[in-house]
C-alpha cells in the first residue's frame, strides 16, 4: 500500500510530464497481449488498482466514466499544450487536481476518508434510525418529509434521489476543498516569484470555484427545504438532480429566453439519458448478485452465461456513463459559457 501511495503521488505531481508517449500508453507487443483500457498510462495504473481494490460494481463503472473523461480532457490539453495555447499552465493544474480529485473519490489517494460533511448544526447528535445520510440538517428534512403525508410513493424516491445528491455533493466539494488545501501546502515551497505568482493566480481561481460551489450547495439544500415543507408543483420541469441542478444553474445564467428554450428540451433528452443509465446501474447490480449466486452453486455451464450476460452489462453500463457525462460537461460548458471546464466528479 505505501508503494502504491508513492506511486499515485509522484503521478499527482507529475501527471503531464512524459506520460503520452507510445511506449508508454500502447500495449506492449508480445507478453500476455493483455488489453490496455486506456490511452495514459497512468490511468490505466488506477484502473488496475481499482480491480484489485474490488470496488462494487456501480462504483467501477462510475470510476471507468471518470477516467474516460479524464483521459478526454487531457489529451485534448495535450493538443492545446502543443499549439501554445496553455503558457501559464492554468488548465494543466486544473486537470493535475482533477486527478486527484478522482484518487481522493474512489478512496486511492493513500488517505483514510476523515472528511465530514458541512453542516451548521452540532456534530455530536445522537443517531436515529431515520438518520440515512449522515447530515444532521438532510435527516431532520427527510424525516420531516417522509412524516408530511405530501408525497406519494414516487414522488418520495424522487425526493430521497435529491437528498442523496445534495449528500454526494457535499461530499464532493469537501474533497475538492481538502485537495485544494494540499495544492496550497505546496505551493509555500516554490522558489521563483515569478511561478508563485502564477501559482498564486491559479490558487485564487481555485478558490473562487470553491466559493461558487458552496453557493450552488446552499441553493440546493435551500429547494430541498422549500420541497420539504411545500411538496412538489405539477409544473415542475425535470425529475432528475443532476438534470434539475442544470436547469436551475440555467435560470441564473444570462442566458435569452431562446437560448432558455432550447436549453430545456435538451436537457429533457439529457434527462432520459440519465434515466437510462440509473436503470443500467440497477441491472449491473442485480446482475453482479446473480453471477455471485450461481458461483457458489458450481455449475461451470451456467457460469460462464451469467459472465457473459454481466460482462456485456458492465460494458454498456460504462458506455453509458461516459456518454452522461460527456454530455453533462458539454451542458455545463454551454451555461457557464467557458471552455474546458472538467466537471470535477
Known amino acids: 500500500m505505501k508503494l502504491w501511495c508513492v506511486v499515485v503521488a509522484c503521478l499527482g505531481v507529475g501527471v503531464m510530464g512524459g506520460k503520452y ?14 488489453t490496455v483500457e486506456f490511452r495514459i498510462a497512468k490511468l490505466n495504473q488506477v484502473w488496475e488498482k481499482a480491480q484489485r481494490m474490488q470496488l462494487s460494481p456501480v462504483r467501477q463503472s462510475e470510476l471507468h466514466s471518470d477516467l474516460k473523461i479524464q483521459e478526454k480532457d487531457e489529451l485534448q490539453w495535450k493538443k492545446t499544450k502543443v499549439e501554445g495555447l496553455d503558457e501559464n499552465g492554468e488548465k494543466e493544474a486544473q486537470l493535475r487536481r482533477n486527478f486527484n480529485v478522482i484518487l481522493a473519490k474512489y478512496g486511492m489517494d493513500g488517505k483514510r476518508d476523515t472528511r465530514p460533511l ?10 436515529k434510525e431515520g438518520d440515512i445520510f449522515d447530515d444532521p440538517r438532510l435527516d431532520k428534512l427527510w424525516n420531516k418529509a417522509k412524516s408530511s403525508g405530501k408525497f406519494s410513493n414516487d414522488e418520495m424516491q424522487s425526493l430521497k434521489r435529491e437528498f442523496q445528491h445534495h449528500k454526494d455533493k457535499t461530499h464532493e466539494y469537501n474533497i475538492l476543498m481538502d485537495t485544494v488545501s494540499r495544492t496550497e501546502e505546496i505551493h509555500k515551497n516554490v522558489i521563483s516569484p515569478l511561478e508563485g505568482d502564477t501559482k498564486e493566480h491559479v490558487l485564487h481561481q481555485k478558490h473562487t470555484e470553491l466559493k461558487q460551489k458552496m453557493r450552488d450547495l446552499n441553493q440546493g439544500f435551500e429547494r430541498l427545504r422549500k420541497l420539504s415543507h411545500e411538496g412538489f408543483t405539477e409544473d415542475s420541469e425535470f425529475r432528475e438532480p443532476r438534470v434539475i441542478e442544470l436547469w436551475e444553474a440555467a435560470k441564473r445564467a444570462n442566458l435569452t429566453d431562446d437560448e432558455l428554450d432550447s436549453l430545456k428540451e435538451e436537457l429533457h433528452h439529457f434527462e432520459t439519458k440519465v434515466e437510462k443509465h440509473s436503470h443500467y446501474q440497477e441491472q449491473l447490480e ?14 461451470k455451464e451456467h457460469i460462464k452465461r451469467n459472465q457473459e450476460k454481466y460482462n456485456t452489462i458492465s ?3 460504462r458506455e453509458m456513463g461516459y456518454k452522461m457525462k460527456k454530455h453533462m460537461q458539454d451542458l455545463n460548458n454551454k451555461i457557464s459559457g467557458q471552455g474546458l471546464v472538467h466537471n470535477e466528479l
Open 118 to 127: 458541512e453542516s451548521n448544526s452540532l456534530k455530536d447528535h445522537d443517531t
Open 286 to 299: 442485480l446482475s453482479h448478485q446473480k453471477l455471485r449466486h450461481v458461483e457458489a452453486l458450481g455449475d
Open 315 to 317: 460494458e454498456k453500463t
Open 21 to 34: 508517449s507510445k511506449e508508454m500508453n500502447q500495449a506492449k507487443p508480445g507478453g500476455d497481449e493483455q
